[in-house]
């Protein structure tokens, strides 16, 4: 296979000259390096393997981040490298192993149009703390939200076909989100992926990283919780209408119709907002309008009837009156929402591929 190596880089110490030294003995030609907008004092790394024929120096003349480094790259591949089959994308402080990074390519030749990802074991003593529980969050929720099995969010180590290089170049985010719209885009445009077990390296406690864990999770979980944002948003919503609905019905009407009327029409001014809202923002379905909304509001009418009967229950055994009534609908709902998203996640906004 005809491979290219993608490093982006800010501010690389001798480290830099390791990998690619490295990765020549390995047998890798042809090596793109992205010097990230690097201060004068860091130049030195970029002027020793720029005299390497097997390396091209990209520049950003400011720092730019680590997702539009990626994207240069893909872009300068595309339009320079047409006859190779690939990148793989390697961070440039000697954390991935030339054996390791030559594995997932190797693996790529033998799954053809599947994205590569090189993925380390999280268990062991010597990983930071940091790594360990930023990683286990996000593969936790990449697993709930998007349905994506990844043991491995944060790894840079990724073999990718050239055919998806399009794709990801139009992919949003210009820093350490963009590693993760990468893999949500796996989900959205129907892209398959298999796992390699590498050499897990932290060299310094992994203090060469420029991942910053309160800024950059900020935005890493900002595009993920939009999957949630919609639902939460909804509940609000009918918690709210039924709320109104139920005082203004409350005394005129006996307790079984005041409940009913209540969660009916608070439903119905929430799917609304959800239907929509899901389909365009959170989901990206390409299901047909028909398709979709038939499937959701079969599931809106067997939740509400599972909600109306719950609270309905609940609220006759133990008398409960009008405020009690209300938490007993939001403690019910909530759950119905875990369940629901799990729904239309799976079934109602499926894409088709």
């Known amino acids: 296979m005809k491979m290219s190596v993608v490093i982006p880089s800010l501010n690389p110490d ?29 130049m030195e790394p970029f002027k020793h393997v720029a005299l390497y024929p097997e390396c091209t120096i990209l520049t950003h003349s400011v720092n730019r981040g680590k997702g539009r480094g990626l994207k240069t790259a893909f872009e300068y591949c595309i339009a320079n490298r047409p006859d190779i089959d690939g990148v793989v994308t390697v961070d440039g402080d000697n954390q991935h192993k030339a054996a390791d990074i030559l594995r997932c390519c190797e693996k790529m030749a033998e799954c053809k149009d599947k994205v590569i990802l090189g993925v380390r074991n999280f268990s062991g003593d010597d990983v930071p703390f940091k790594s360990r529980f930023g990683n286990n969050m996000t593969s936790f929720v990449f697993k709930f939200a998007c349905g994506l099995n990844i043991s491995d969010t944060q790894t840079g180590l990724r073999a990718i076909p050239r055919q998806y290089l399009e794709t990801f170049c139009n992919v949003k985010g210009e ?33 060469s990283t420029h991942f910053h864990p309160i800024r950059d999770s900020l935005k890493i ?15 609000v919503i009918d ?7 139920s005082a203004l019905l409350f005394g005129r009407v006996g307790s079984g119709g005041r409940i009913l009327a209540a969660t009916i029409l608070a439903r119905v001014i929430s799917s609304l907002f959800n239907y929509t809202f899901n389909r365009k923002a959170v989901f990206k379905s390409n299901r047909g309008v028909g398709s979709s909304i038939t499937r959701y509001y079969i599931l809106c009418i067997c939740q509400m009837a599972v909600s109306y009967g719950l609270v309905y229950l609940v609220t006759s055994i133990f008398l409960f009156g009008q405020v009690m009534t209300v938490v007993t609908k939001a403690i019910i709902d909530t759950v119905l929402f875990v369940i629901s998203f799990q729904i239309q996640r799976r079934w109602v906004f499926k894409h088709k591929l």
């Open 14 to 42: 001798e480290k830099l000259v390791c990998v690619v030294d490295s990765l020549i003995a390995a047998g890798f030609h042809d090596i793109i390096i992205v010097n990230d907008g690097s201060d004068e004092k860091h």
């Open 175 to 207: 820093r350490f989100e963009y590693e993760t719209n990468m893999l949500l885009e796996f989900k959205q445009s129907g892209i398959e992926f298999e796992e390699v077990p590498i050499e897990t390296v932290y060299i310094e406690e992994n203090a």
């Open 221 to 235: 979980y900002g595009v993920i919780f939009k999957f949630l944002f919609s639902s939460i948003a909804s509940a």
């Open 239 to 245: 918690l709210v209408m039924f709320s109104i609905i």
